[in-house]
Structure formats: structure tokens, C-alpha cells
């Protein structure tokens, strides 16, 4: 365990238990070693004081070799129970006498060592030289027990530990107690940073126990905690205000960690990329990924030389969002670098600039439509003085910016135009907008119309500032349009020139056709007339050729009759008006059929009528239609035993066609063009009667109805007739 | 009664009138028969003035056959002047005509014609027509009383 982990309350008790330990180890064991010295050397007295005695008394009993004498002197030390064994060597070396006497011989030393003292394990043993005078006699030999002796050491030893282990106990509990005194204050104050750095709580103070050392100390650190809260506190609100700011201002923050790569972005920074949190795994090139391809290398140099250079980082780029829509984001950063000058962070704001930059894009844009506008735009401030001037109204007025700004606006207005143009302005300064057309002046003098927009330029508090004037040259428009009136005019003129010629026309043809119409007719009356009754004077005497003449001439009158109805009725038809009546085409056919029976009567005709459509249109004249097909569907099947006559529909493309099919004499395709003319026939007139002028009328029918009609026949084998109708449409 | 006019026939071109008459005649309807030949003289004659005093608006003619084309005063007009005076209204008048001109038949009923006929160029036809005329009119047709000519 180190010691400098160990709690401070303990390294007190440690210190001093140490201390004391050191002290009381120190006293005891100089005590001991003093005592067990003074012991030895006590003894040691002891000991040569009584060899040198045993020794003196010995000299005669080694001179005179007598045994006797030796042993009756070395058994007086039985007094001294401390000396084991004792010996005297004679001269050559052999035992004299010994003592303990019963002892063996040879737990002796065989031979007497050299003078002086050697203690030995639990004994001391001593070799003293017996001399008469100068003269050596022999060696006395002792022998101590040291045993009693150093158990008395080892008592004295035990009272030193017993009297240590009290002193140390003492120490602790001393110690314990004292520690309280230095340890409380720094506990607590230690408790108090601990509890300020866990709760973020700068407002507990820590308890002061007196006016030492520590007592100072824990004011300071009371004063250092209330200038914290202070500082926290102001810390806290300019990060609130920092995050309010940012949040504001849609302001996203970004912090990359250079090192580890670690791009880290905020909630804010999040929705700028339109993503979610957890969507971005912050590396840097998945950052760069988000990014318009073409912005790409351009964001990542400039980081890089934000960082190499130690420049701030500013950078504008597009942003794909996960939508596909881009935005312009715009970003600024500093980094932040460690000691050795190394950046480590990279850190900054971000803001969507998308708004000011296509606000931009729109400013410069309407510059350019500005400047770019064939249209004079001159702008004026709330008198009237000219304040900006396009290349438009350079090239309109002929005045150069330089000449114009500045000037009044009556530089390109007319004099007999100042009022108009006051009124004008006054109004846009009322807020609103004027659109008039007037003369101007130009710089040589010259006149012309134009068109002008007069609009107020507000400021951003929607006050009139002054106006904008928006010309266009309508000199050639004016032109072109006196030019239309004058042809307006000419055109109307002629229009009624030719409506009042056409009317004239029109009566005169209504005239003539009146006319024909009686005129025409009444002498074909009288002829018919007289010839019959000429016949009838003469009804006894004339001859058969006569009678013959006279009806080749009623015949002739009948012919001409039947032209004269046929030809009104066809200019009849091109004068109408064509009614438009809901009208069954299937009652119309079998009206016809009806009246067409006194044709008919005495043959065989097998009328097919299928279902026919109903629709609008004329009922007279679509009678008139069928009237002529069906009546030539009769007269040229005259010559079949058996008459088939076919009416039905017929899908022609997106058409629905009426068809007339009969099993007559039909004809040769090649005719088919010439079929619908005026007096066109493709029968001789003693086959097959008519005047030529029916079908002429079927087709004007038709085209009035905005139908066609068409045939497909071939000769000997029959015709089809085909029409069309307008609105008549496949169910 | 037995001297008054039965007919009024309004007639200017003289091959018409002869014809006409003709066939009058064969169908035995000639007697009673006042010949106006234009327009003038057939108001003269019904309105009972210029030479015509001595008549009655009580006697008119049991049907006028009117031609169109007349001069003067022509047809449609002699017709107008009949039927909007309420003397005269009453009088049946057949509008008998060379063409059947669509004009002339709607304005000849809109102004109240009785009847509309146009000549056939048939003679026969035409004599048969008068014939028929004469008979509906003068012999099956009940003639306007009195009272009708006030």
C-alpha cells in the first residue's frame, strides 16, 4: 500500500505512532546494550579478580607438583557457584588438578590455551598464566557460566518491551485523539470540495474550527466557492444566452476532433443537414458526403489550410438533404492547438444561408434585368429628381447616366405633360401604382409615346421613398395602331360597301328567282293550256301525228315546269337558314316512302329499313334528301323485276353514315365526280327523266348540315349513296 | 239575292283570266262572276266605292280567287286590306297563284287566307282544281251570315 493513498487521518496516526516507536526503540536499545556492557565487563572483573587470587594461591602447589594442594585451593570455588569448571596446567601442559574433581578429564581442555578471555556460548572461559616472581609455573584454567546472568538480561529486555508496548498504546490513543484536531478541518473541507464537485453545489460552505492555518485556508476556500457560484452563475447565463443565440439564430455548432477524427455535430447542426440524431456517424468524410459534389474538395482544403496555416475556418457549401433538396449552408471555425503549437480542435458555428444567398442570386439577377431591360427604368427620389438610370433609358432618352442623374424629371417629360406627370407622382406617393400613356422627350429634341409604370419604392419600414418609372418606347405601336385604324376604317367602309353590294345583289336574286318563279311558270300554263284545248277543238279532226306534236309539246311544258320548281328549290336551299329540330330520321324516311308510292305502286320493290338515328337538323330539308335519293332508288331500279332499296347506318371511320342501296342500273365509277353538278346526268333523258339539279340539291343539303356525301356504284349492279350528317355520331 | 256576285275574280294577265274563266264555265260556275283586273279595282269593288257605291257590305262575294302578282296593288296587299277591315273580314278569299313561293305562303296565312292554291301547269289539272274550288265554296261551304260583316 502506498503510503500516499492512505487516508490523511491514518498518515497522522502513522507519523506519530512511527515516532514514538523510533524513540522508545532507540532509548531501549541503548539502555539494554549499555547494561548488558556493564555486565560483561562486571563479570569479566569478577572472574580475573578471582583467577588472579586461585592463581596466586596456586604458585607452590605447581612448584612442588602436589596435587593436593592444587585441588584443596581450586575446590575453595565452590563459593563462587557462577565458576563450572577450573583446571591447572603444569609447565609441560598435563593437569595438575580440576575442579569439579568427579569431573572427566576430558571435558577439560586437553592442552591450555594462549592468556585471556573468550566468551563462548553461555560461557566465559579464561587461560591466566601462574607465575613465582618472573617465573611461569603453569596455566590456570576457568570456566563461567554465563546462563543465570543473561537470563536476568533477558527479564531486564522483557520489563524494557512491556514498558515500550505501554508508552506505544499510550502514543496511539494519544494520537487518535490528537489527529482530530489537524485531520477534522481538512475532512471537512475535503468533504465540502467533494460534495461542490458531485452537486455542482457552490453555495455549501465548509465549517471552520478555528483561526489557524486551516481556519484561513477554509475561508479561502469558502471565498473561492462563493466566487465560483458567482462565476457559475454568469458562466450559466452567457451559455444560456450563447444557446438562446444560437437557437436564434438557427445556429448549428460543430466540433471535430483532429486527432481521433471525431466530428461531433448538436441537435441544431442535425436539422441544418436535415437529418436525425444518430444518422451521421461523425466521420469526416461522411460529413463531406452530405455535401454537393462539387463542393466537396473545396470544404476539405479549406479546413485543412484553416489548420496548417492557423487561419480561422469559413466556408460555404450546398447541402444535399435526404429530400434531394440542397441548401447553402455557411460555416466559420477556429482551431484549437496543444503546446507544441499541433492542432487538436476544430470547433465552429454553422448557419443556413440559403435565404440570403438566393436572395442574392435575386438581387444580382434583378440587376441584370435591370440593367439588361430594353425598357427605360428610371428611378426618382419623392421630387422628382432623377436618382438611377438603366442603359435602357440611355439608349430611350439618349441622355448618359451622368447627364440624367441628378437632374429634374422634366429633362424627358414634355411641357404640356408637367401636370400629368406631378398628378402621377403625387398618386404613387399615396402608395399607388400608375399606368399611363404619354409623350417624352427626348435629348435631341425629338418626340415619342410611351408606356409608362409609375410604382413606389418603399423602404423596409413600407414608407414611400420614391418612384420607379418604368418606360417602353410605343412609338411603333402607336403607329401600327393608327395604321389599323385608318385600314379599320377603309375595311369597315368596304364592308359596307360590299354588304350593301350583296344585299342589291341578294334582292336582285330574290327578285329574279320571284319572278322566275311566277313568270316563269305562268306561260308554261298557257301553253299546256291552249295545246290541250286545241287538241280538244280539234279532237274530231285531227290526225294521230298532230295529236302526237301536241303532247311532245305538253310533255316539253311538264320538263321545263319540273326544272323550273327543281331550280328554285335549289337556290332556295343555298338561301335558307337551316332549322335545327330533333328529328327521327326513320319517320322521315317512312314518310317518304309513303309519299313516293303513286311511283311505285305497280311494282315490286322491297323497301330494308333498318334503325336509324335521331339528331338535329333540318326536317324539311333532310326530307328533301330522301325524297331525291329514295326517288332515284325507285326510278333507276324501273328496269328489275324485283327492286331492292336498302336504308340503313354504316360506321365510316369515327363517322356514322346513312346509306341508300338499291339493285338498279347503276353506273361507271368514272362518272362518280360529275354525279353531284348542276344538270349533270349519266342517263339519256328518254331512259331515265330528270333534270339534272336533285343530287346538285342532296349535296348542298348535306353541306349545310356540315356533312358529306359520296357514291360507290357500279353499272348494272346498283348504287350506294353514303351521307354524313353533323352530330351524328356511332352509338 | 239571286243577282248577287258569287265571285270575285282578281286577275290581270288575260291568258290567266280567259283560262280561268274557261274553266268556270265547264264546270258550270260562270254566271255571278265580277272580274276585277288588278288590285285597285278588287278593293273598289269590296270596300263598295269608286263606281261600286251601289253595293252593300251585307252582300260580299262568296269567295274572292285572288292571283298574286297584280298591278297596282298587289295581291298580299289586297289581302291585308280584306282582312283587317272588319267589314270585309269575313269573306273567304283563295289565293290563287303561278308559284308557291315559301315567302308568299307564309305572310298569304299570316294574314288570314282562307286558302292557297298554286296553278298546275297541267291545264286539266287545273280545271279539275277550279272545279272543286267552285263546288267547296259555292255549293258545300256555309257563307259567312250577316252578322259576320260588321
Redesign the interface.
Known amino acids: 500500500m502506498n503510503l500516499r493513498n492512505v487516508p490523511i487521518k491514518r498518515k497522522l496516526v502513522y507519523v506519530i505512532m512511527l515516532t514514538s516507536t523510533v524513540v522508545l526503540l532507540l532509548t531501549s536499545g541503548t539502555l539494554i546494550t549499555y547494561e548488558l556492557f556493564t555486565f560483561h565487563r562486571t563479570i569479566l572483573q569478577n572472574a580475573a579478580t578471582i583467577a588472579q587470587i586461585i592463581a596466586a594461591n596456586s604458585t607452590s602447589a605447581l612448584s612442588f607438583d602436589n596435587e593436593k594442594v592444587g585441588a584443596e585451593i581450586l575446590s575453595k570455588l565452590e563459593a563462587e557457584p557462577s565458576i563450572v569448571m577450573a583446571c591447572l596446567y603444569k609447565k609441560d601442559g598435563s593437569k595438575l588438578a580440576r575442579y569439579p574433581s568427579e569431573q572427566p578429564r576430558s571435558d577439560f581442555p586437553a592442552k591450555p590455551g594462549t592468556e585471556g578471555h573468550r566468551f563462548e556460548k553461555n560461557a566465559l572461559q579464561i587461560f591466566l598464566p601462574v607465575r613465582e616472581g618472573d617465573a611461569w609455573q603453569g596455566t590456570l584454567f576457568l570456566k563461567l557460566d554465563l546462563t543465570p546472568m543473561y537470563s536476568r538480561v533477558v527479564l531486564y529486555g522483557g520489563i524494557v518491551g512491556g514498558v515500550m508496548i505501554g508508552a506505544l498504546l499510550i502514543a496511539l490513543a494519544l494520537s487518535n485523539w490528537l489527529q482530530k484536531g489537524i485531520s477534522e478541518p481538512i475532512l471537512e473541507l475535503a468533504e465540502t470540495a467533494k460534495s461542490v464537485s458531485v452537486n455542482k453545489n457552490y453555495l455549501v460552505r465548509a465549517r471552520k474550527y478555528g483561526t489557524d492555518e486551516l481556519g484561513s485556508f477554509t475561508d479561502s476556500f469558502n471565498h473561492m466557492l462563493m466566487q465560483i457560484h458567482d462565476r457559475d452563475a454568469a458562466l450559466r447565463q452567457s451559455e444560456e444566452r450563447l444557446r438562446l443565440t444560437l437557437e436564434a439564430s438557427e445556429t448549428g455548432t460543430w466540433d471535430w476532433d483532429v486527432q481521433t477524427g471525431f466530428l461531433e455535430w448538436d441537435d441544431f447542426l442535425y436539422k441544418l443537414f436535415g437529418r436525425k440524431r444518430g444518422d451521421f456517424d461523425g466521420r469526416f468524410e461522411t460529413f463531406l458526403g452530405y455535401l454537393h459534389p462539387e463542393d466537396r474538395a473545396a470544404v476539405s482544403r479549406l479546413a485543412n489550410r484553416a489548420l496548417a496555416e492557423k487561419t480561422d475556418f469559413v466556408a460555404e457549401y450546398r447541402v444535399l438533404w435526404p429530400d434531394k433538396s440542397y441548401h447553402y449552408l455557411a460555416s466559420r471555425g477556429n482551431a484549437l492547438y496543444d503546446e507544441r503549437g499541433k492542432a487538436v480542435r476544430l470547433l465552429g458555428v454553422t448557419l443556413d444561408v440559403t435565404e440570403a444567398k438566393e436572395a442574392a442570386e435575386g438581387l444580382s439577377l434583378l440587376a441584370a434585368i435591370v440593367s439588361s431591360s430594353d425598357d427605360a427604368i428610371v428611378g426618382k427620389d419623392l421630387f422628382g429628381t432623377i436618382v438611377s438610370w438603366n442603359v435602357g433609358a440611355e439608349r430611350m432618352f439618349g441622355y448618359t447616366a451622368e447627364e440624367a442623374i441628378g437632374s429634374k424629371s422634366t429633362l424627358i417629360v414634355p411641357q404640356d405633360r408637367y401636370d400629368e406627370e406631378v398628378q402621377a407622382l403625387q398618386r404613387v406617393q399615396q402608395g399607388k401604382i400608375e399606368h399611363f400613356e404619354t409623350r417624352r422627350v427626348r435629348k435631341d429634341g425629338s418626340f415619342f409615346f410611351v408606356s409608362i409604370t409609375f410604382s413606389p419604392i418603399r423602404n423596409a419600414e413600407g414608407a414611400t421613398i420614391g418612384v420607379s418609372a418604368n418606360s417602353r418606347d410605343i412609338s411603333d405601336r402607336i403607329r401600327a395602331e393608327e395604321e389599323i385604324r385608318t385600314l379599320n376604317a377603309e375595311l369597315e367602309e368596304r364592308v359596307i360597301q360590299r354588304t350593301a353590294e350583296l344585299a342589291a345583289t341578294n334582292q336582285e336574286l330574290e327578285a329574279f328567282t320571284y319572278s322566275v318563279s311566277h313568270d316563269l311558270r305562268a306561260p308554261l300554263r298557257h301553253i299546256d293550256a291552249f295545246a290541250q284545248l286545241l287538241e280538244d277543238e280539234l279532237k274530231e279532226t285531227i290526225s294521230s301525228g298532230n295529236r302526237r306534236y301536241i303532247e311532245r309539246i305538253r310533255r316539253g311544258v311538264q320538263n321545263m315546269g319540273q326544272l323550273v320548281d327543281d331550280l328554285l328549290n335549289l337556290s332556295r336551299v343555298g338561301r335558307v337558314e337551316i332549322a335545327r329540330d330533333e328529328t327521327d330520321l326513320n319517320s322521315v324516311v317512312e314518310e317518304v316512302v309513303a309519299d313516293l308510292k303513286p311511283e311505285y305502286e305497280s311494282r315490286e320493290i322491297n323497301w330494308s329499313i333498318e334503325a336509324l338515328p335521331s339528331l338535329k337538323c333540318d326536317p324539311g330539308l333532310i326530307k328533301q334528301v330522301f325524297i331525291n335519293l329514295l326517288s332515284n332508288a325507285v326510278k333507276y331500279t324501273r328496269t328489275r323485276p324485283k327492286a331492292v332499296i336498302e336504308i340503313g347506318q354504316k360506321r365510316v371511320g369515327r363517322e356514322l353514315a346513312i346509306f341508300i342501296r338499291d339493285n338498279g342500273v347503276g353506273f361507271n365509277m368514272k362518272y362518280a365526280d360529275k354525279l353531284f353538278g348542276v344538270f349533270q346526268r349519266l342517263h339519256r333523258a328518254e331512259d331515265f327523266e330528270g333534270t339534272g339539279v336533285g343530287l346538285a340539291t342532296v349535296q348542298r343539303i348535306i353541306q349545310l348540315h356540315e356533312g358529306r356525301i359520296w357514291v360507290e356504284a357500279e353499272l348494272d349492279k346498283g348504287a350506294t349513296f353514303y351521307f354524313t350528317l353533323k352530330g351524328m355520331h356511332p352509338l | 239575292m239571286n243577282n248577287a256576285i258569287e265571285i270575285l275574280l282578281v286577275e290581270d294577265?288575260p291568258?290567266?283570266l280567259e283560262?280561268a274563266l274557261?274553266a268556270l264555265k265547264k264546270n258550270n260556275f260562270a254566271n255571278r262572276i265580277h272580274v276585277a283586273r288588278d288590285g285597285e279595282e278588287a278593293l273598289d269593288f269590296l270596300f263598295c266605292r269608286n263606281g261600286h257605291d251601289g253595293r252593300s257590305f251585307e252582300n260580299p262575294p262568296r269567295v274572292v280567287l285572288l292571283d298574286?302578282?297584280l298591278p297596282k296593288v298587289d295581291g298580299l296587299e289586297v289581302l291585308r286590306a280584306i282582312k283587317q277591315d272588319p267589314r270585309t273580314k269575313a269573306v273567304p278569299v283563295v289565293v290563287m297563284?303561278?308559284?308557291?313561293?315559301?315567302?308568299d305562303m307564309v305572310e298569304g296565312y299570316q294574314l288570314g287566307v282562307n286558302s292557297y292554291i298554286q296553278?298546275?301547269?297541267?291545264?286539266?289539272e287545273?280545271r279539275e282544281i277550279i272545279g272543286q274550288l267552285g263546288y267547296y265554296w259555292l255549293v258545300i261551304n256555309q257563307a259567312p251570315p250577316p252578322d259576320a260583316f260588321k
Not at chain 2, 297563284?97 to 315567302?103: A, N
Not at chain 2, 296553278?119 to 286539266?124: G, L, S, V
Open positions: 294577265n291568258d290567266d283560262l274557261f298574286l302578282k297563284t303561278s308559284s308557291k313561293q315559301q315567302r296553278k298546275p301547269i297541267d291545264f286539266a287545273f
